[in-house]
């Protein structure tokens, strides 16, 4: 799994796109040309648009479209229907540059990218410009080489240092997020999770656990937008193109209020609940459900009100109801928050089970890390969004030790030893 | 200071909650209440503050018959801080969340200030008078609560489950600030499921099951006895679970541990 997150407002590419053509058109319009030179504003404002809203690459041909019609009808060229042809091409490649950042590089501390884009975009567009003008008046090669080419040459110049001095009051302006770290709820994460693997993820509030779960079952794109730049593979399903009633088969999540979850009222029927949706036979359902209730240790109370469980209780049925859908992968978030610790030993030798018997993939927001020991393969801890460290239990812990993350979490006996360790040294 | 005799409470008069419970809370001690969920912990505590009446029983405050008593007149008396503070906090600003209380009970404008002041001095939320609640992280709007239950200065402050849902950092600052208003004279009653709170902090550990009362006695008498822990839904904690591992006899704290240590280290130089 490898994600890296971004947010990203619906329209909003729209709306800065619209406005910096508009204001491209009038600087076109006043601007003085000297012997024929004038600065392709147009180019350069849906230029550096695509660069605040990264747009994809088929946003980016109809962004090109609309210049181009602008174009045509404010150019003064001989033949102004050429740019119907060059700016969408150029939009398009404009905005797949944009994505996948060739020209994210500092030269002497300055990020140059905006001067690189607008000098290759204005040279593509003014490029095919020319080049259909010259095919269809017929003009000589001489012409064409010597004195319109140079021409875009020069503009794609001034295009570049016009470019590179908007971006950064434009983006100002805007408040766009890209580059400004600490917007962004993940930043940069590059994760692996095994199949078959006992993740737990823990770190202070806010620093993003929440967050990288609803990522990882679907929930943050479908339902709460964000995380659109970004590359999420779950069991070789791209995560942020695929519909959620798809990946409910694949990811099964335990939401932080796990009451919350369960709607219907005796435990029977809320498992029944999942399996009709799936559109199963009765009597398939009937059968699904006894072997559901059988691995979390519920068996027998299908009858019982929902009401009437203990919260260990209804965690597990929280967790069955997700299970009865068969997903490979379990997500939980904080699964053990307000359960007696009866309750908690008994949802992570649950845990464990599904993980050994079953071989499931577990995913774990946790903030109690003593209960986890006998299960988990990888421990993760974050912190302000960022992913610090990701290995073993006991290497984890010795990271946050050492390094200070979060060591308020590090359970007693780990740091007693830690500690041991260290005086031993 | 305050006596709980033979209380019962039961819904529809039927299923009992709390069966013939007797407590004496003295002041200044921390008394932890646990138990497993649904043990009628939480009842209890809301029985203390008035916003359940009871079946059969006798509750006095400092000699005072309190058992028919209502939440308006035991908010002079108790501050009661929800599991969930999301339930509690309703004003669009820190400051009215605050100042509310003291405001029902008809205190100044002056009054209502300073002790608003106090309040927000004593959680460490001050210059955060004009945020809305809403926007606050878990851990600010648990300590908002509690400064809300400060504010009419009470004899005893009830939390219920105060460290739920907050990360390990949170934790810590909650339970310093319980530990400083215990210093300063003030009764806590806490409900919580985790034991290294209890060994750690309180002086007194009430453990209910099924509404009937199991243990009462300190946190030391409770976990010497690993049989009993067990048998309530509770566990060890985990420095009890560690002293024994290190050969170190009960301890209930860390620093125990750390002590106990450094003697033994000392005793074989």
């Known amino acids: 799994m490898e994600n890296e997150n971004q947010n990203e407002g619906g329209l909003r590419w729209i709306t800065i796109t619209t406005l910096l053509l508009a204001i491209g058109v009038i600087l076109r319009m006043i601007s003085p040309s000297i012997g024929g030179i004038s600065l392709n504003w147009n180019i350069v404002m849906y230029c550096l648009a695509i660069m605040l809203c990264r747009p994809t690459s088929g946003q980016g041909l109809g962004i090109g479209i609309v210049a181009g019609l602008v174009a045509t009808m404010t150019s003064k060229a001989a033949l102004p229907y050429a740019n119907l042809i060059s700016e969408p091409i150029a939009g398009y490649l404009c905005a797949y540059m944009a994505n996948k950042r060739f020209f994210n590089f500092k030269i002497a501390n300055v990020n140059v990218e905006p001067a690189f884009m607008a000098f290759i975009t204005t040279i593509i567009s003014g490029g095919i410009f020319v080049t259909v003008t010259k095919v269809i008046i017929n003009l000589p090669i001489n012409v064409y080489l010597y004195a319109m080419l140079p021409t875009v040459g020069i503009m794609a110049v001034l295009g570049m240092i016009v470019g590179q001095i908007l971006y950064k009051p434009a983006n100002k302006i805007f408040n766009v997020n890209h580059g400004v770290k600490n917007k962004y709820t993940l930043n940069h994460m590059n994760l692996t999770i095994d199949k078959g693997s006992f993740t737990v993820v823990t770190g202070v509030n806010g620093s993003g656990k929440t967050t990288l779960l609803l990522t990882i079952a679907g929930a943050r794109t479908n339902y709460f937008g964000g995380v659109k730049n970004s590359k999420l593979i779950v069991n070789d399903i791209d995560i942020m193109h695929t519909e959620l009633a798809e990946l409910n088969h694949q990811v099964g999540m335990v939401m932080a209020d796990y009451e919350g979850q369960l709607v219907t009222e005796t435990v029977g029927d809320e498992i029944a609940f999942s399996l009709e949706n799936l559109g199963l036979e009765p009597n398939e359902i009937l059968k699904k459900r006894s072997q559901v209730l059988e691995m979390v240790g519920l068996n027998g109370l299908e009858d019982r009100l929902i009401t009437s469980l203990s919260g260990g209780q209804k965690q597990r049925l929280a967790i069955a109801t997700v299970l009865v859908v068969d997903s490979p992968i379990l997500v939980l978030d904080e699964p053990i928050a307000a359960i007696d610790p009866e309750g908690a030993i008994e949802i992570y030798s649950l845990l464990k089970e599904l993980n050994t018997k079953y071989h499931k993939t577990i995913i774990v927001a946790e903030h109690d890390l003593k209960y986890i020991s006998d299960c988990v393969t990888q421990l993760i801890v974050l912190d302000n969004g960022e992913l610090k460290y990701a290995g073993t239990m006991d290497e984890c812990l010795s990271f946050m030790y050492h390094s200070k993350v979060y060591a308020e979490a590090i359970p007693l006996k780990s740091k007693i030893y830690l500690e041991l360790g260290d005086k031993k040294c | 200071?305050?006596?709980?005799?033979?209380?019962?409470?039961?819904?529809?008069?039927?299923?009992?909650?709390?069966?013939?419970?007797?407590?004496?809370?003295?002041?200044?001690?921390?008394?932890?209440?646990?138990?497993?969920?649904?043990?009628?912990?939480?009842?209890?505590?809301?029985?203390?503050?008035?916003?359940?009446?009871?079946?059969?029983?006798?509750?006095?405050?400092?000699?005072?018959?309190?058992?028919?008593?209502?939440?308006?007149?035991?908010?002079?008396?108790?501050?009661?801080?929800?599991?969930?503070?999301?339930?509690?906090?309703?004003?669009?600003?820190?400051?009215?969340?605050?100042?509310?209380?003291?405001?029902?009970?008809?205190?100044?404008?002056?009054?209502?200030?300073?002790?608003?002041?106090?309040?927000?001095?004593?959680?460490?939320?001050?210059?955060?008078?004009?945020?809305?609640?809403?926007?606050?992280?878990?851990?600010?709007?648990?300590?908002?609560?509690?400064?809300?239950?400060?504010?009419?200065?009470?004899?005893?402050?009830?939390?219920?489950?105060?460290?739920?849902?907050?990360?390990?950092?949170?934790?810590?600052?909650?339970?310093?600030?319980?530990?400083?208003?215990?210093?300063?004279?003030?009764?806590?009653?806490?409900?919580?499921?985790?034991?290294?709170?209890?060994?750690?902090?309180?002086?007194?550990?009430?453990?209910?099951?099924?509404?009937?009362?199991?243990?009462?006695?300190?946190?030391?008498?409770?976990?010497?006895?690993?049989?009993?822990?067990?048998?309530?839904?509770?566990?060890?904690?985990?420095?009890?679970?560690?002293?024994?591992?290190?050969?170190?006899?009960?301890?209930?704290?860390?620093?125990?541990i750390y002590k106990k240590l450094k003697e033994r280290n000392h005793a074989h130089v």
């Not at chain 2, 359940?52 to 005072?64: C, H």
């Not at chain 2, 199991?214 to 067990?230: A, D, M, Q, R, Y």
């Not at chain 2, 839904?233 to 125990?256: D, F, M, Q, S």
Request: aromatic share 6%.
């Open chain 2, 1 to 256: 200071m305050l006596n709980l005799k033979d209380i019962n409470y039961s819904y529809n008069k039927r299923d009992k909650v709390l069966d013939c419970i007797t407590v004496e809370i003295h002041e200044g001690e921390i008394v932890a209440i646990a138990g497993r969920n649904g043990s009628g912990k939480t009842t209890l505590t809301r029985i203390i503050m008035g916003i359940m009446n009871v079946d059969s029983g006798f509750m006095q405050l400092d000699g005072n018959d309190i058992t028919k008593a209502i939440p308006a007149d035991m908010a002079k008396y108790i501050g009661y801080v929800f599991q969930n503070p999301d339930r509690q906090l309703f004003a669009n600003s820190v400051f009215k969340e605050v100042a509310y209380a003291p405001k029902q009970l008809g205190f100044s404008k002056k009054e209502i200030d300073a002790s608003v002041k106090k309040a927000l001095d004593a959680t460490g939320l001050t210059g955060l008078e004009q945020h809305s609640p809403q926007m606050l992280s878990r851990g600010l709007k648990q300590r908002l609560a509690i400064a809300s239950a400060l504010a009419i200065k009470p004899k005893i402050l009830i939390l219920d489950e105060p460290t739920t849902g907050q990360d390990c950092r949170e934790r810590t600052i909650l339970l310093r600030l319980m530990r400083k208003f215990n210093l300063e004279g003030m009764t806590i009653i806490l409900v919580t499921h985790d034991m290294d709170i209890i060994a750690e902090h309180a002086h007194k550990v009430v453990v209910l099951e099924k509404g009937l009362l199991k243990f009462h006695g300190t946190p030391l008498e409770l976990f010497s006895n690993e049989e009993l822990t067990v048998s309530l839904g509770l566990e060890l904690p985990e420095a009890v679970h560690v002293g024994k591992e290190y050969n170190l006899g009960i301890c209930l704290t860390p620093r125990e």
